[in-house]
């Protein structure tokens, strides 16, 4: 068994209910890696230039100092009854939170947050931050929604492109560590462009191309299947929108797997479109991977 050494896994918190979700989900995923756990709470008010102690004849524990210390010192204590195997260190650290996590992400095994945290309108499917920690962080990113469901497949999203192979990784990886089925969808609509300068037919044979699609989902899973042979693979191959069947799996899924950007997105763009709309719409946990070299099993 590996030891709990190595790069972290990271969870912010602000003290709302979603956090602690997030906290217990970041828990298990260090218990799974063999990994610390480092707890962090972005402490944006000293960037205000407000008074951070207690108010004058206020109790000694009051104050914002204290209040954000009491916060993270609530999320270890979670953790531990979660995974009390696992070793946690808590920091409040200066800064805005998007600031905060992307900086904690250079160095991370994983990223963990909750979808909307004490700032969130109740209106806003996902708050601000973990749109912009997932789409510039460099260590994949977890966001959490509501207590993780410990059944239910584990959903990858997959189209041939580089990061889509790099999520299939991370996702068999989760699916070996959770004793998981692992259910691999490619969705399409019309022929798509693999790179830059790829012009395609105005006329094309639907069951040719069909085939095609199948070929390019069998050959996504194919050589994971080789290094997790104890996980059970099942393709779904869907002729429609690709965000729309993924946000459909999630119903009964314990985590959807997606590469920040697939076959077709722009250059420019950080998010794609389809891991936009899923992360937005996902009613599982969703996690992005934005890079390559994130799957651990040699």
């Given at each position: 068994m ?23 989900a ?13 707890i ?22 009051g ?22 195997e696992?070793?946690?260190?808590g ?43 997932s ?6 990113v ?16 997959v ?18 560590w959770?004793?998981?089925?692992l ?12 790179g ?7 006329v ?9 699609e ?21 393709r ?19 985590l959807v797997?997606?590469?920040a ?22 009613h ?15």
């Amino acid at each position: 068994m590996a030891s709990n050494t190595g790069a972290p896994v990271v969870v912010g918190v602000d003290g709302s209910e979603i956090a602690l979700h997030a906290v217990r989900a970041a828990a298990r995923e260090a218990a799974y890696r063999h990994r610390p756990l480092r707890i962090v709470h972005a402490f944006i008010w000293p960037l205000m230039g407000v008074p951070l102690g207690p108010a004058p004849g206020a109790p000694a524990e009051g104050g914002l100092r204290n209040q954000a210390e009491r916060c993270v010192t609530e999320a270890v204590a979670e953790a531990g009854k979660v995974a009390p195997e696992v070793p946690v260190t808590g920091v409040v650290v200066d800064g805005a939170a998007t600031a905060v996590l992307l900086a904690e992400a250079r160095d991370a095994a994983l990223i963990v947050l909750g979808n909307r945290g004490l700032g969130g309108f109740a209106g806003l499917l996902l708050g601000s931050v973990a749109v912009q920690v997932s789409a510039h962080a460099d260590s994949p990113v977890l966001v959490v929604r509501d207590e993780s469901r410990a059944d239910g497949p584990v959903v990858v999203g997959v189209d041939g492109s580089e990061l889509s192979r790099e999520a299939v990784g991370f996702a068999f990886e989760q699916a070996a560590w959770r004793g998981a089925e692992l259910v691999a969808v490619h969705a399409w609509l019309y022929p798509t462009p693999v790179g830059p300068g790829d012009i395609l037919p105005l006329v094309y044979d639907l069951d040719a191309f069909r085939e095609e699609e199948e070929r390019t989902l069998a050959e996504s899973v194919a050589g994971w299947s080789e290094r997790y042979p104890e996980v059970t693979v099942r393709r779904r191959l869907v002729r429609g929108s690709p965000a729309r069947a993924l946000v459909e799996e999630s119903r009964n899924a314990q985590l959807v797997v997606l590469g920040a950007r697939g076959r077709g997105a722009l250059g420019g763009l950080l998010l794609g479109s389809v891991s936009h709309a899923v992360l937005h719409h996902a009613h599982s946990p969703l996690a992005i991977v934005r890079k390559v070299g994130t799957v651990t099993r040699s």
